[in-house]
């Protein structure tokens, strides 16, 4: 749904850059051979040719189209190259292009505020950085900069800028367009990419504008050609508009463009779609939107899908798991290698499936998407996916005993947070002990008795974001969007966790993992107080069928937040937001703590006996920061 938000009153520089052909050239970047001659990039297919998925610009002008397959533009251009997209685990391998896209990421990214939206775009906020190339600029010698840039364009942006009636928006807007044209020069000039933007006041019209002159071109959009813009710009082109949305618009209350919705009242417009949606068509009418740039370099989620057109479906069981069994590999890897180089983690493992039954009754009922927490290391991955999707063929089949088939996949893991500060040196001492493409979550076995596997509403109201953050399987992600996303689980009752800790200690594992797996150890205590933060941040809905959630909510109110005791038991008592773990030392054996680093050692040591007072606060001691739950807002 869409968020009316209204515009800041300062008026803002919003740019939005978006990589042409971005596939066709990076193959071209790859291979020099390939410029200037029609090409274009094909997802691997034996089926016609396979389906196109970027198409460069010298063979637009013979009419290929992404939506053609690569029999069709040959038979319509017949020196097309087709270059097939990277394949691995039988499927495309995006990793070429992400990490061009991050190249040129980094290079716009200098000037203000960046935000990621896809493999191929950005936006940038360059209001701070236009303000101050207008204070330190003035106007009259803007026409000095990039003179060796100089072209009818830039010409046209400075004649603009020198206008008598131009404002200081305007002025600011000009800043920002020059800031944009010296950004893309040099992401030529280090990459090899061309691209093109949009500059404006907020970011819907920055889009909109990024599109208007493509290849290697750029757009400006004032204050003042906001209504020409929109009187002709077809409802359905309006981000947000392509769906059920901009359908009704047009059959509802015949607006083709959105210009046309000047003449509704925001009542009028509230009404038919509510407060929420109703405001916020009222403010896009007059090219109002308040969104901001999210300073974000990284992708939101992590996605991988598959299809399966016509006969390539699949039909059985053992099909689907060898190919849920592939992406969560190719998940697992991306997930891990966001952890290692970014230290950010990944709470939510989504499944979304586009499924058909054989003579089926009703045929518009749509595969469910299912999600849960999300357990780190493969093997967990794919079994938890596997069990998600048996949950959703169960509901999708319902009581039918009828023959089905899969036509896509995908696997996302989504609700991706920073690790909190000083968790480094735990992090780094599990990650180096366990054996390879496994960490933190895989420290323990517990995971498949603690962890409440919960519905996600945020996930569905996200879900359109999880496949087009990356692999652009853009028809994938809304159908995924529209899907229903709900629990394969019943929630477990969380435990409380009190000061009563397990009294055994099994002193024949020596290391410390089996140690922290101990079903009845301090740590296993510990992590699940860990879990439990990591589910808090991950469903800010907090499990509404999980009793404990009432339970926990009245422990807040009763003992407030962070607060850390050693009681006179010599045990030590972590309460955070109502949770509270208690760690004895006489159940650490001595030797499995002499196993942990230095660091490590230290800081546990300290829990026990601190240095000076033993009520005081430790906000600041790393792994304590880590382990304790997070505060709700
Ligand atoms: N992509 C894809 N499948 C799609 C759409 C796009 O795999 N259905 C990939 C290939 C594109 C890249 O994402 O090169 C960026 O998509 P864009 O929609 O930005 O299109 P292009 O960059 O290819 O072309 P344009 O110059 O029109 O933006």
Known sequence: MPIARPEPQNARVIAHVDMDCFYVQVEQRKNPDLRGLPTAVVQYNSWKGGGLIAVGYEARKFGVKRSMRGDEAKRICPNIQLIQVPVARGKADLNLYRNAGSEVVSILATKGRCERASIDEVYLDLT??????????????????????????EENVREWLR?????????????????????????????????????????????????????????????????????SLPVKKMKQLGGKLGSSLQTDLGVNNVGDLLQFSQEKLQEHYGVNTGTWLWNISRGISGDAVVDRLLPKSHGCGKTFPGPQALKTIASVENWVNQLCDELSERIQSDLDQNRRIAHTLTLHARAFKENDMEPQRKFPSKSCPLRYGTTKIQEDAVKLFDSGLRDFLGSQHVGWGITSLSIAASKISDLPQGTCSILKFLQGKIPSSTSLSDAGEFHKESLPLSSTDDVQSKGCTVMDEEVKHKELASEAASNDIDTIFQA?????????????????????????????????????????????????????????????????????????????????????NGYTWGINMENIDPSVLDELPMEIQREIREWFHPPKRANTSRKGSSIVHYFSPVKKG
């Not at 190339?133 to 003179?147: G, Y």
């Not at 061309?194 to 204050?223: E, R």
């Open 128 to 153: 701070d950085a236009a303000e101050m190339m207008l204070s330190e600029t003035p106007p009259e010698v803007l026409e000095e900069i990039d003179e060796e840039e100089g072209n009818e364009r």
């Open 163 to 231: 206008r008598s009636d131009a404002d200081h928006q305007d002025k600011l807007l000009a800043c920002g367009a020059i800031i944009v044209a010296q950004l893309r020069m040099k992401a030529l000039y280090e990459t090899k990419f061309t691209c093109s933007a949009g500059i404006a006041h907020n970011k819907m019209l920055a889009k909109l504008a990024s599109a208007m002159h493509k290849p290697a071109q750029q757009t400006v959009v004032p204050s003042s050609s906001v209504k020409d813009l929109l009187a």
């Open 492 to 576: 477990k009752p969380l435990k409380r966790i009190g000061s009563s800790v397990g009294k055994t200690k099994d002193v024949r594992k020596s290391s410390i993992l089996k140690f922290f797996q101990s079903s009845n150890s301090s740590f296993h205590t510990m992590n699940k107080a860990c879990e439990r933060s990591s589910l808090d941040q991950a469903s800010s809905s907090s499990f509404p069928e999980c009793e404990e959630h009432s339970d926990l909510e009245q422990i807040d109110e009763q003992v407030g937040f962070s607060e850390d005791r050693i009681d006179s038991d010599g045990h030590h008592n972590q309460t955070r």
